[in-house]
C-alpha cells in the first residue's frame, strides 16, 4: 500500500499561525515584534533563496528582519566584529549567519562569536551542548521541526530503530541526540543509528530502519530495496538537479527515491513540501522565543 504524506505545508502553516496569534500578542501588549538579523555572505544561489523564504516568513508573522549582504572578501576578523555589535543591541532577537560560508571562513569558529541566546539557528556550541545534557536551548530548527511532524501525525519514536543518515552538526547529529533522549515525553526514546559516508554497507542499516531520516544531500541515495515494509521516512535532501522543462532550469529532488520508496513506506516526507517549510516555521518559533526571553530568561 502506497504510504501517506507527511505534509510540511499544513502542520508548518499552523504553527507559523500560531507565533503571529503571539506576535500579536506582545504588540498588543506594547511591546515591539521580535527582530531577526540575517548575514549573507557572499551569493550563493541557494543560499540566497533560503534567506528569501525566511524573510518571506518573519513578514506573513510579524516579525521584523533585515538581510545584511556582506561581500564574499569579508575577513573572520570583521564579520566576527559585525556579529559582536549585533549580539550587543538589544533591539536584536536573533542573528542568523547563512551557511556555507566561503572556504576562506571558519563556520564553527564565526558560529561560536554569535551569542547563544540569539541563536535562533540553533548552532552555537552551548546549544547542541546543551540539547545532548537535555537542558533547555534553542534547537537546531530542521530535527526540531522532524520531531514536530512526528507530533502532528502521531508517529511514535519510543522503543523503534532509528537511523539517521548523514552526521551533518546542522541536521544528522542533533537528530540523533533529540531521538535517542531519554527524557523527551513523547519523541525520542528510540534506538539510534547514525551512518555517514564511511559507512560500509549502508542498506545492512537502513534495511533495519523503523524511522529513516535522510539527510546526505544525494539525489537517490535510498531506493525500495533499502527499505522494509511500513517505514517511516523523513526525506531532508534539497537537491537542485537541471530540469530543461522548467523555467528555472532545475528542479529539487531529495534524497530518497520518492515513486518506489513510497510503495513500501507507512509515512513518507514529498520534497518540496516535507521538511523545507517546518525547517522556516521553527525559526520563527525561535526568533519569537528569544524577544520573550522564554528559553534564556534574563
Ligand atoms: N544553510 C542550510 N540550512 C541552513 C540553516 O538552517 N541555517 C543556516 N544559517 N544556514 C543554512
Known amino acids: ?6 505534509d510540511g505545508l499544513l502542520v508548518a502553516a499552523g504553527i507559523k499561525r500560531e507565533v503571529q496569534a503571539d506576535v500579536a500578542g506582545l504588540l498588543a501588549r506594547g511591546l515591539r515584534p521580535p527582530h531577526l538579523r540575517v548575514l549573507l555572505i557572499g551569493s550563493h544561489p541557494a543560499s540566497k533563496a533560503y534567506v528569501t523564504s525566511k524573510v518571506r ?24 566584529a559585525r556579529i559582536a555589535e549585533l549580539n550587543a543591541d538589544d ?23 554569535i551569542d547563544h541566546r540569539k541563536d535562533v539557528d540553533g548552532f552555537h ?13 534553542f534547537r537546531s530548527c530542521t530535527p526540531a521541526g522532524i520531531q514536530e511532524l512526528f507530533k ?52 545492512a542499516h537502513t534495511i533495519a530502519a523503523d524511522i529513516l531520516i535522510v539527510a546526505a544531500g544525494q539525489p537517490n541515495l535510498i531506493t ?18 537541471a530540469d530543461h522543462t522548467s523555467e528555472k532550469g532545475y528542479k529539487l529532488v531529495g534524497d530518497v527515491d520518492f ?36 528559553v534564556y530568561p534574563d
Open 152 to 203: 502532528h501525525y502521531m508517529i511514535p519514536t519510543k522503543a523503534k530503530h532509528a537511523v539517521v543518515v548523514g552526521a551533518s552538526n546542522i541536521v544528522g547529529t542533533p537528530m540523533a541526540l533529540m531521538l535517542s533522549r531519554e527524557h523527551d515525553s513523547y519523541n525520542g526514546k528510540a534506538t539510534t543509528t547514525i551512518c555517514h559516508k564511511y559507512t560500509k554497507d549502508l542498506t
Open 91 to 113: 533591539e536584536v532577537d536573533g542573528i542568523l549567519v547563512q551557511l556555507p560560508l566561503p572556504d576562506h571562513l571558519t563556520p564553527m569558529s564565526v558560529i561560536e562569536s
Open 1 to 6: 500500500m502506497p504510504a501517506q504524506l507527511i
Open 125 to 137: 556550541p552551548m546549544n547542541v551542548g546543551r540539547l545532548a545534557l537535555n537542558m533547555p536551548g
Open 224 to 241: 525500495a530495496p533499502m527499505v522494509k515494509e511500513g517505514v517511516v521516512v523523513v526525506d531532508v535532501g534539497m537537491n537542485r538537479v
Open 259 to 294: 515513486e518506489g520508496v513510497s510503495q513500501k513506506a507507512s509515512w513518507i516526507t514529498p520534497v518540496p513540501g516535507g521538511v523545507g517549510p517546518m525547517t522556516v516555521a521553527m525559526l520563527m518559533k525561535n526568533t519569537l522565543l528569544s524577544a520573550k526571553k522564554a
Open 57 to 80: 516568513a518573519c513578514a506573513e508573522v510579524g516579525i521584523t528582519s533585515d538581510t545584511e549582504i556582506l561581500p564574499d572578501t569579508i575577513s573572520e576578523k570583521s564579520l566576527k
